[in-house]
């Protein structure tokens, strides 16, 4: 048993040029819309992928980013160093060092992965692209270039104003107001002492 197909209607010759002719006219009427690019930046939106940008101080060479990326287009060296124990009694611990980080935009898709996987936020999305180069070579960012761009990673969205404050922020400003605190209080006893002094 066989599917009848339905008949076609016969084409009017000349109908595909009309409709693309249409589509001209149309075009030709509106108002054209330029971009003057180099002189006026254009609103990226806020997520943007541009540039990656290194903290480096967070950064542990847990090698994840480098074992995650398909394009191995990140390059990591470390070496470890013996760090002295705290207390006495206490036992020597190693740690890794980081010699060199670098990224080669030239291979990199700009798919995140190294972003997201990185377990100690050293890595972030920069909105800048204006960074091409007449010379490939030059497309593989050295540490040094990737902290550079840590500077224009633009701010987090505000939190839900009805949100709990962040245990860090709320640790670093106890930590300012014992501060303040403390140096208020020694003010305040060397005025008492040279106020003693006059009398």
Same mark, same amino acid.
């Given at each position: 048993?066989?599917?009848?197909?339905?008949?076609?209607?016969?084409?009017?010759?000349?109908?595909?040029?009309?409709?693309?002719?249409?589509?001209?006219?149309?075009?030709?009427?509106?108002?054209?819309?330029?971009?003057?690019?180099?002189?006026?930046?254009?609103?990226?939106?806020?997520?943007?992928?541009?540039?990656?940008?290194?903290?480096?101080?967070?950064?542990?060479?847990?090698?994840?980013?480098?074992? =995650?990326? #398909?394009?191995?287009?990140?390059?990591?060296?470390?070496?470890? *160093?013996?760090?002295? %124990? !705290?207390?006495?009694?206490? &036992?020597?611990?190693?740690?890794?060092?980081?010699?060199?980080?670098?990224?080669?935009?030239?291979?990199?898709?700009?798919?995140?992965?190294?972003?997201?996987?990185?377990?100690?936020?050293?890595?972030?999305?920069?909105?800048?692209?204006?960074?091409?180069?007449?010379?490939?070579?030059?497309?593989?960012?050295?540490?040094?270039?990737?902290?550079?761009?840590?500077?224009?990673?633009?701010?987090?969205?505000?939190?839900?104003?009805?949100? =709990?404050? #962040?245990?860090?922020?709320?640790?670093?400003?106890?930590?300012? *107001?014992?501060?303040? %605190? !403390?140096?208020?209080?020694? &003010?305040?006893?060397?005025?008492?002492?040279?106020?003693?002094?006059?009398?």
């Amino acid at each position: 048993m066989t599917a009848s197909l339905p008949p076609s209607r016969p084409r009017i010759p000349g109908s595909g040029l009309a409709k693309g002719l249409a589509v001209t006219l149309r075009t030709m009427t509106r108002r054209s819309h330029t971009a003057q690019y180099p002189e006026v930046q254009p609103e990226l939106p806020p997520r943007s992928r541009g540039v990656i940008g290194l903290f480096e101080e967070n950064c542990t060479v847990c090698m994840l980013c480098a074992r =995650e990326c #398909p394009d191995w287009c990140i390059y990591i060296d470390s070496h470890k *160093e013996t760090v002295p %124990a !705290a207390a006495p009694g206490g &036992r020597e611990r190693s740690r890794n060092v980081l010699d060199r980080f670098a990224i080669d935009f030239s291979l990199c898709m700009y798919c995140g992965i190294c972003i997201e996987v990185c377990p100690f936020d050293a890595l972030f999305w920069s909105p800048e692209f204006e960074y091409a180069e007449t010379d490939i070579h030059e497309l593989t960012h050295e540490r040094d270039k990737l902290r550079e761009w840590m500077w224009t990673v633009p701010e987090p969205p505000a939190l839900d104003p009805r949100a =709990e404050e #962040p245990k860090e922020l709320a640790a670093a400003r106890k930590a300012v *107001e014992k501060q303040a %605190a !403390a140096e208020a209080a020694a &003010r305040a006893d060397s005025g008492t002492a040279e106020g003693g002094d006059a009398q």
